[in-house]
């Protein structure tokens, strides 16, 4: 039992390490970790505009974004041509839609991470059987 637990213990960290996650709330570099938790999905128009101009997007396409009532399942559903023919720059088309992306990832992995198994915080003392 003690190889199996380690062994599941050390497949998930590798994991998180591929995707750089920091998995204390207290570490994670986070603009607001509460909405951040929150699949991107469910966001309203008013949570997808607050994180755009967090994350210090042009207050241009956060305009053409609000006008256009973009919400969290319709901006991980945009490509940046789409975003382009709204009339936003390129390069801040593709800063959003790549956050946008990097965030839902690190969602999907954290998600599946916590579904698959309840780890301790500390690691826990391994005892030798006789």
């Not at 994991?15 to 750089?20: I, P």
């Not at 949570?47 to 399942?73: H, P, S």
């Not at 309840?118 to 826990?124: C, D, Q, S, V, Y």
């Amino acid at each position: 039992m003690k190889k199996i637990v380690m062994f599941c213990f050390s497949s998930i960290r590798s994991r998180k390490d591929e995707a750089e996650l920091i998995t204390n709330p207290n570490q994670l570099p986070s603009l607001n970790l509460e909405l951040e938790r929150t699949p991107i999905k469910k966001w309203n128009s008013k949570q997808l505009m607050d994180w755009l101009e967090k994350k210090g997007i042009d207050k241009t396409a956060v305009k053409i974004l609000r006008k256009e009532i973009f919400d969290g399942y319709s901006i991980i559903t945009t490509s940046v041509e789409e975003l382009e023919l709204l009339g936003i720059n390129k390069s801040t088309a593709e800063k959003i839609v790549g956050d946008i992306k990097q965030l839902n990832d690190n969602q999907a992995i954290l998600k599946t991470s916590s579904d698959a198994i309840n780890l301790p915080k500390t690691p826990i003392k391994s005892t030798t059987f006789l």
